[in-house]
């Protein structure tokens, strides 16, 4: 019986989990640079206990442990392939653990008989691993290389990376040794050195060629792949190649279960993947290029008119900055727009496609207002008082404006949209959205490799950092900020109350100004000899 077309009985099956930690890393570029090495999963605990649950959203990078149901198997390894030597052993099967939407408590008495509160789905065969793919990384990772580990006796779901598959061909080893390399020292940092590696090659035909052809062209880089995770003693259970709804198997040859042509995959939302991921509230968001096109700046005549408002925009703003204290008045102004820009995106919610409510967003914003927002962002303070918008009632509506400014940044103005995407990027991971945040911190990076704020979000994301202190941080920065203004603002509403003019003081000569004989001061009225008033020599009031 061939492994690939029908997994063995018990012995056969490796039963492969997400791990506790993430590891998904991804470089911003098509370019062969190493990617920065994911944070692996964490070594099992001290009871003994290392079957975990898939995370409770495929599209974050973490995932979860806890302790294995009794319905839960070991098995050995697969047998080894016997006429491919790069596959010591063939893959056959995986086991994940989809998290149910509520967990019930056991009683003492049958705790060994309940059941456990994740469900348990098998993966048998390549046809569902393929079909598994969007589910692992919560989207389709178009034009991408895939690897991911498998870690501990039971080939856990570890570590992930993806990269771009680069253009020149004459770059794919140099790639295939950086990514094993990566995938596998990261690992042992954390003393979860994987087992195995799945690679996923997935790319679309170009123009004249079939899936076949695609599969045939990327044969080489996935060869590499699997001889440079060889020479790190680590073998590569499956390669498979992803193209045009079809997939091909790089490591079986039997043309029986892997043909030439290819094996259709399942329908969408029809496998038990599937299934169990909308059981548990899991989430697909599309493929990496939709995301990417969110992200986009405009084209053709809207991309004019929006560089046009951008240049008298910024003509406006060049005297403005001369004038002093100009840099505190922008600041503010800023601020204040985007404060009514995110109100007006609440106050508006559009549904149906992604495209559609692009456009919903993108009709409620004008030119002027974006070309002021998107200038104004380019100040450092700016930008970080701006990301306190980053939870509560104003995420979202904040995300829309941040993505819409992102698609305003056209023609010569292409790097200022790095403020919005890493905004964007921001809030997407601190309302637990990883994969949105990659994409976005990913376009900015590629824009300026550089630039420390995006640089340091897609960092905290691959080694699977909490948002929830930066978020502290940030809140007590915007209560610093509110309590320092308030004084400030008290003074400025208390108006100078408009006084009398002092009169001469009455004690004492040095006090008493000279006026006329008789008199007792500048501006005293007193009488004449027939009993009528006069007014003093320096006038008086009750004359005007």
């Known amino acids: 019986m061939n492994p690939h077309s029908e ?20 470089n911003p570029s098509h370019s062969p640079r190493t990617p920065k090495p994911p944070a692996p999963a964490d070594p099992p605990s001290a009871s003994g206990s290392s079957v975990p649950t898939a995370p409770t959203d495929p599209a974050d990078a973490t995932e979860t442990s806890t302790p294995p149901g009794p319905a839960e198997t070991t098995s050995a390894p697969a047998p080894s392939h016997p006429t491919d030597p790069l596959a010591p052993s ?21 705790a060994t008989k309940a059941p456990s509160p994740d469900a348990q789905v098998t993966l048998r065969g390549p046809a569902e691993l393929a079909d598994a793919l969007p589910y692992l ?80 062209r990327l044969r080489p880089l996935a060869q590499r792949l699997r001889t440079a995770c060889g020479a790190l003693d680590v073998p590569v259970l499956e390669a498979l190649c992803l193209s045009n709804g079809r997939f091909w198997s790089y490591c079986c040859p039997d043309f029986r279960c892997c043909p030439a042509e290819g094996t259709p995959m399942v329908m969408p939302g029809t496998s038990v993947m599937a299934a169990a991921a909308a059981y548990a509230g899991m989430q697909v968001r599309g493929s990496l290029k939709e995301m990417e096109a969110r992200l986009a700046p405009r084209t053709g005549r809207r991309a004019a008119d929006q560089e046009t408002a951008l240049d008298a925009a910024a003509g406006a703003l060049v005297p403005r900055m001369l004038r002093r204290d100009a840099a505190v008045a922008v600041r503010r102004d800023t601020l204040d727009l985007a404060g ?38 380019q100040d450092r303070v700016t930008r970080d008082r701006a990301a306190e918008w980053m939870d509560g009632s104003a995420a979202a509506p904040a995300l829309r404006l941040w993505r819409a400014l992102a698609r305003r940044c056209a023609g010569g103005y292409a790097e200022h949209a790095l403020a919005p995407l890493t905004l964007a990027g921001w809030v997407s991971w601190s309302t637990e959205d990883g994969p949105s945040a990659r994409v976005a911190l990913s376009r900015a990076l590629a ?55 002092p009169g001469p003081s009455g004690s004492g000569p040095a006090g008493r100004s000279r006026g006329p004989r008789g008199g007792t001061g500048p501006g005293t009225r007193t009488t004449d000899g027939r009993g009528r008033r006069r007014a003093g020599r320096n006038g008086d009031r009750s004359r005007r």
């Open 90 to 110: 063939a893959f056959t099967g995986s086991t994940a653990a989809i998290p149910s939407r509520s967990s019930h408590s056991a009683t003492a008495s049958d």
């Open 340 to 377: 009514a820009m995110i109100h007006r995106f609440r106050q508006d919610t559009p549904s149906g496609s992604n495209r559609a409510r692009d456009a919903c967003d993108d009709a409620l914003i004008t030119d002027a207002e974006a070309a002021d927002l998107i200038l104004g962002l």
């Open 137 to 216: 990384m919560g989207f389709y990772p178009d034009d991408s290389v895939v690897m991911i580990a498998l870690t501990g006796e039971r080939g856990r779901f570890g570590g992930r990376v993806r990269l771009g598959i680069p253009t020149d061909t004459a770059q794919w080893p140099d790639v295939a040794d950086q990514l094993a390399e990566c995938l596998i020292s990261a690992g042992q940092e954390r003393d979860a050195r994987p087992a195995a590696i799945i690679v996923y090659l997935c790319q679309e035909p170009a123009a004249g060629e079939s899936g076949k052809d695609v599969k045939d």
């Open 7 to 26: 997994p063995s009985k018990r012995t056969g099956d490796i039963h492969s989990t997400p791990t506790s930690a993430p590891s998904s890393a991804e």
């Open 447 to 501: 824009l300026d490799p550089d630039y420390t704020f995006a640089q340091l979000l897609h960092r905290a994301i691959n080694e699977g950092l909490d948002p929830e202190p930066l978020r502290r941080c940030l809140r007590e920065q915007h209560r610093e900020a509110v309590s320092t203004a308030e004084p400030a603002t008290r003074a400025a509403k208390k108006a100078p109350q408009p006084t009398k003019r």
